[in-house]
C-alpha cells in the first residue's frame, strides 16, 4: 500500500512539474507581440516569408523570415525609398503620417519574389521583385492608379491578377510584366457588398489576399460590422472571375485580416492581426481545418492562447535590437531593425564621424518632434520593454534638442535642451495631444543617459522616463506618459533617437548606444 502510495505521489509530482514544462514549450498568441500589421506570408520549401506594412517609415516593406512560423528575423525591406517628394521627406511642413505605403502582398513565381503594394501619397501601384529575397536587387515598377490593399495573383493560365477595393471588390489583369492594367484585359467587379456575410454594415471588405487551394478560389477580407468587432470574411468560387460564395471565417477577440499559409507537414494555419492599443497591430496565429471544401478557423470558433508550435525565442534580436553603433569592415551602416521616420537626409548623420557612435547633425530649424527630420526608429514589444540611450552633447548647438523620445501623435520625450551656454535635462509629455514641457534640470556635464519604459500589458500603454548621471542610479524624470493608439500616425510606439535644432543648424549629437530589454524595473 505505502508503495502505491508512494507510485501514485511521484507520478503526481511528475505531472506537477511537467505540465507547466510542457505548456511553456509551446508558442503563444500573439507571436510577435509588435506593430506587425498587414501581414501576407509565402512559404518557399521549408522558409517562411511574410511582408507588413511600416507606412511613413523608410525603407518600407519590412521582409521578415522564419523556419516554424514563430520565431521571425528582419532580412530586408523592399525599398530604401518610396519617392522623393515633400510628404514622404518630412520638408515643406508636409508630412505621410500614417500614410507612406500600405498592406502588401508578397508571391513567390518561377523563381523569383514579388512584393506589392500601393500609397495615396504617390497615387501608384508598386510592385517590387527579386531573385534573392534578402540580398536583392530589387526591380521597382510602379503604375497609377493606387489599387487599395491589392493581393498580386499569379495564375496557372500565366495570367496575373490583383484584386482590390473596399465594399465591391475588383479584379484587373495586369500586363504580362507587371508594368501596369492590361488594356482590354479582366477589369470587372467580382463580388459587390461582399461585407454581407458579416451583416452588411460598417466597415466594408478590405485587406484582399486570394489563394488558390485544389482548384478553387478562396478570398479572405476584413470586415467591421457596426456595433462589432474586426471580423474575417471568406469567399470561394471554381473561377477567379467568380460568382463566390461568402460566409463569415473568424468573429473572435477582433482577431481579423490576413490569409493562409500550409506548413510542410501539411498543417494549415490563419496568420491574421489584432488592434492591441498602443504596442500597435500584432501578429496573431490561428490553426485551421478544411470542412466541406472550406477552410474552418479556430478551435470551436475561438483564437487559441497557445499553438502546437515551437515556443517564441523573444523579439530580440530578430525584430528588434540592441546596437552599440560600432562596425566591422562590409557591415551595413545601419542594421535592419532601424528605420528613420520619414526619408532621411543622409548628408546629416553618420556613424564613422565618431568611432562607436551614431551622429545625428541638425540641418534645418525644426518646432516640434513630429517634424523633425533624421529621427532614428524602432518598435517597442510587448508586453514590457525599455529602451536606453547614452548621449553627448559636446557637439550642440543653442537651442538644440536630442534624445529619447517614445514616437506617436501623443509622444513623450526625455532629452537635453541647449539655452544659450545653459545646458537642462528635460522631459516632454504630449499624452493630450499637445506638447508640455513637464520638468527641466539643469545639467553641467557633457553625458548622460536617458531611459523609457514601456508597460503594455493588458493595454495598459503607460510609459515613464529616467535619467542618469553616472550610469548607476537612475532618477525618475517628468510624469507619467499615456500611450494612444492613433488613426493619424496609425503605428505602435516607437523609441527614436532625435535631435533637431530651434535656432540655428549645424549642431550634432553623438550617440554612444542604444539598448533594449524586455523587462522593465517597475519603479514610478
Not at 508550435?309 to 528588434?320: D, E, M, T
Request: hydrophobic share 35%; net charge positive.
Amino acid at each position: 500500500m505505502r508503495n502505491a502510495t508512494n507510485r501514485l505521489w511521484t507520478t503526481a509530482l511528475i505531472v506537477t512539474l511537467l505540465v507547466p514544462h510542457l505548456y511553456a514549450q509551446k508558442a503563444a498568441n500573439p507571436i510577435i507581440y509588435a506593430d506587425v500589421p498587414d501581414m501576407s506570408m509565402v512559404r518557399v520549401g521549408d522558409t517562411y516569408y511574410m511582408s507588413s506594412t511600416t507606412m511613413h517609415m523608410s525603407p518600407g516593406v519590412p521582409i521578415m523570415k522564419s523556419k516554424d512560423l514563430v520565431n521571425w528575423k528582419l532580412i530586408n525591406y523592399a525599398y530604401d525609398t518610396l519617392a522623393n517628394v515633400d510628404a514622404l521627406n518630412l520638408t515643406n511642413g508636409k508630412s505621410a503620417y500614417g500614410r507612406g505605403s500600405w498592406a502588401s502582398s508578397i508571391r513567390f513565381h518561377k523563381g523569383a519574389y514579388y512584393v506589392s503594394t500601393f500609397s495615396a501619397n504617390t497615387g501608384k501601384t508598386h510592385i517590387y521583385s527579386t531573385e534573392n529575397i534578402e540580398k536583392g536587387p530589387w526591380k521597382a515598377r510602379s503604375f497609377a492608379p493606387d489599387l487599395d490593399d491589392n493581393s498580386l495573383f499569379f495564375d496557372d493560365d500565366g495570367k496575373v491578377y490583383m484584386i482590390s477595393g473596399s465594399g465591391n471588390l475588383r479584379l484587373v489583369e495586369l500586363n504580362e510584366d507587371l508594368s501596369g492594367i492590361k488594356p482590354g484585359g479582366t477589369d470587372q467587379v467580382i463580388i459587390e457588398k461582399a461585407s454581407v456575410p458579416s451583416g452588411g454594415t460598417g466597415l466594408g471588405p478590405e485587406g484582399s489576399q486570394l489563394f488558390k487551394i485544389n482548384s478553387k478560389y478562396y478570398l479572405f477580407n476584413i470586415t467591421w460590422p457596426r456595433g462589432g468587432m474586426r471580423t474575417v470574411v471568406i469567399h470561394r468560387a471554381d473561377k477567379i472571375t467568380g460568382p463566390y460564395e461568402g460566409k463569415v471565417g473568424l468573429q473572435d477577440l477582433g482577431v481579423a485580416q490576413g490569409g493562409l499559409v500550409e506548413t510542410p507537414n501539411g498543417t494549415w494555419y490563419a496568420y491574421l492581426f489584432r488592434d492591441y492599443g498602443a504596442v500597435g497591430r500584432v501578429p496573431y496565429l490561428v490553426p485551421v481545418k478544411w470542412e466541406d471544401g472550406w477552410p474552418v478557423l479556430g478551435i470551436n470558433g475561438k483564437v487559441p492562447e497557445t499553438l502546437d508550435l515551437p515556443p517564441g525565442k523573444g523579439l530580440i534580436p530578430g525584430i528588434v535590437a540592441s546596437d552599440e553603433f560600432t562596425r566591422k569592415k562590409g557591415e551595413h551602416a545601419l542594421p535592419l531593425v532601424w528605420q528613420w521616420n520619414h526619408n532621411p537626409d543622409n548628408s546629416l548623420w553618420s556613424i564613422v564621424a565618431r568611432k562607436g557612435y551614431l551622429r545625428l547633425i541638425t540641418g534645418r530649424i525644426d518646432t516640434n518632434f513630429l517634424m523633425a527630420r533624421n529621427s532614428l526608429t524602432q518598435r517597442t514589444i510587448g508586453p514590457v520593454c525599455s529602451g536606453v540611450i547614452s548621449l553627448d552633447v559636446s557637439g550642440m548647438k543653442d537651442g538644440d534638442f536630442a534624445g529619447l523620445g517614445l514616437l506617436q501623435k501623443n509622444y513623450g520625450q526625455a532629452g537635453v535642451k541647449i539655452n544659450g551656454e545653459s545646458k537642462a535635462i528635460v522631459m516632454v509629455n504630449a499624452s493630450t495631444g499637445k506638447p508640455e514641457e513637464i520638468q527641466s534640470i539643469p545639467l553641467t556635464q557633457k553625458t548622460v543617459l536617458f531611459k523609457a519604459e514601456c508597460n503594455f500589458t493588458d493595454k495598459k500603454d503607460v510609459a515613464y522616463f529616467f535619467y542618469s548621471l553616472d550610469r548607476k542610479t537612475w532618477l525618475p524624470l517628468g510624469t507619467q506618459l499615456k500611450m494612444a493608439y492613433t488613426i493619424p500616425q496609425f503605428i505602435g510606439y516607437r523609441f527614436a533617437l532625435f535631435n533637431y535644432a530651434t535656432k540655428a543648424a549645424g549642431g550634432y549629437a553623438d550617440f554612444d548606444f542604444f539598448r533594449i530589454s524586455d523587462k522593465i524595473s517597475g519603479v514610478k
